[in-house]
């Protein structure tokens, strides 16, 4: 799977299961909404520095979001 | 410990522990030797694409390269 793809799969999943807003984690992270959901879509090929900002702002660590989904 | 740091070192162990060169990893993965030597110095903010690409030149995980040593 796409880098990009996995890593927004596994950020929106993240953000759902905690029950966060994508406007919550734009704020929390200092990114926009419109990057948040571009992000959820695939749409971004963000650093390792701001893939570290973007967990931390879901209080996860970046290994949560590169973790390959064993179902898919 | 910053990312860019943490991932030069786990580049470095990974690689040295597989007996690769950075010429030879430069080689295997389109990037410049200046490049990868940088990367070890933690001078760069890969993207998660370049990471990807950089892990699977070592035959690495791009996990493995996000891993935080225990020891430090």
Known sequence: MDMRRLIGQNFARIRQARGLTQEQVAERSGF????????????????????????????ASPLDLLQQDPNR
Chains 1, 2 share one sequence.
């Open 32 to 59: 926009s909404q419109q990057y948040i959901s571009g992000l959820e879509r695939g749409h971004r090929n963000p650093t390792v520095v701001t893939l570290f900002e973007l967990a931390q702002a879901l209080g």
